[in-house]
């Protein structure tokens, strides 16, 4: 990990640097800000607000860097302009040698998990990019959905789960076990496979679950004493333990896939001909979507 140190006091630059070296930093020490050589990267900057220099300019091109400002006293120049540039914090001299440790530290963490978060939110985009969900979601909590297409539920969760700012606490029924929901009260609770219990039991969990932050999901029409909403997922190829007739698997095959695939390579991976293929566009009443 690179940290550049710029600092015109030479003894607590050299304190920092053998502190963070054995810490198993890599330092660079600099006491001129017009030393800096813009082309190498650093993690961390420890920017002493004593040197005479454009802050900005090092904070902006350091805007992906931890930068922590080491001040001789608090004022619009030395702190409130540098954080609104960018900044991440700043540490008062003197200073103890831990609470600077332990402030580049927390900000590495910081980054860490933002990032992560970044990547999740991304890929939670990504997984839901095809799913459409309803601007009437319930504000008030606990509310069941129904639904045949098991990823509109999970949008609808991570959405309200984050207007909440709850963590989401994933229960499935289908092997359910006694769960004391009292223990999950800061959470926002999803339990999905409502529909795989039976009568008594999902009236056990509604009566458990009435003052709680709750969503349930089923794919069967449920009697709840709260409020549900309904979305079914068109052209939806399969249901929950169905099996559908060779017509009916040909034509939601063909409803769903045929703006994706030519004739050709459809009737090719459905295992008929063309004009077998055209015949049952023609018997179902599909019209023709390009690819």
């Given amino acids: 990990m690179n940290v550049l140190i710029l600092e015109d006091e030479i003894y607590l630059a050299q304190k920092v640097a053998a502190r963070l070296q054995d810490d198993g930093y890599h330092t660079t020490h600099f006491a ?32 992906n860097s931890i930068v922590i400002l080491l001040v001789t006293y608090v004022s619009e120049a030395t702190v409130s302009k540098p954080i ?41 985009d990504f997984i839901f990019s095809d799913i459409t969900t309803t601007d009437n979601i319930p504000t008030k909590l606990p509310f069941l959905i129904e639904t045949n297409e098991q990823k509109i539920a999970d949008k609808i969760v991570f959405q309200v789960a984050k207007k909440f700012e709850k963590q989401i606490e994933f229960i499935s029924l289908k092997e359910y076990t006694k769960t004391d929901f009292l223990e999950a009260k800061d959470k926002l609770l999803y339990l999905y496979d409502f529909h795989c219990l039976k009568q008594a039991l999902k009236k056990s969990i509604l009566n458990s679950i009435e003052n709680h932050c709750a969503i349930i999901c089923s794919n069967e029409q449920e009697d709840v004493p709260f409020k549900k909403i309904t979305m079914m997922r068109e052209n939806k190829i399969s249901t929950l333990d169905s099996i559908l007739t060779v017509n009916d698997y040909v034509k939601q095959i063909t409803l769903n896939f045929q703006s994706k695939y030519p004739d ?12 077998s293929l055209w015949e049952k566009r023609k018997k179902f009443g599909i019209e023709k979507k390009k690819a």
Avoid at 94 to 121: A, C, G, Q, V
């Fill in 32 to 63: 001129s800000i017009q030393d800096i050589n813009f082309d190498v990267d650093y993690k961390t900057i420890l920017l002493s607000t004593n040197l005479s220099g454009d802050y900005e300019k090092i904070i902006k091109r350091y805007s």
């Fill in 84 to 124: 609104r540039a960018g900044a991440a914090d700043y540490v008062l001299k003197p200073f103890m040698m831990d609470e600077l440790i332990r402030k580049i530290k927390h900000y590495e963490e910081f980054n860490k998990i933002k990032k992560e978060n970044t990547k999740i939110n991304n890929y939670l």
């Fill in 264 to 275: 050709t390579e459809l009737s090719k991976r459905l295992g008929i001909s063309r004009k």
